[in-house]
């Protein structure tokens, strides 16, 4: 499981609503969510909703690769 997706499931969120969230495609969070490069304005929008729904996360834990 990718950084996107384990953070999406932590907040309880399907694709669509996150997608909603960002201001973008359900299509476009499945993207990120298969290994695209996540653009730095939105790794701040992802954030900000994390922060609006109590989950602290931060540039480290969108794009530091998970512990094998």
């Known amino acids: 499981m990718n950084n996107v997706r384990h953070i999406r499931q932590t907040l ?3 694709q669509d609503a996150l997608a ?3 201001g973008m495609t359900q ?3 499945s993207q990120y969510e298969l290994g695209s ?3 730095p304005r ?3 929008k992802l954030i ?3 922060a609006g729904r109590g989950v602290d996360i931060s540039f ?3 794009y530091t690769s998970e512990a094998a």
């Open 12 to 14: 309880g969120l399907s």
């Open 20 to 22: 909603e969230a960002l």
């Open 27 to 29: 299509g476009s969070v």
């Open 37 to 39: 490069d996540i653009p």
């Open 42 to 44: 939105v790794a701040r």
């Open 48 to 50: 900000d909703v994390a």
């Open 60 to 62: 480290d834990d969108i």
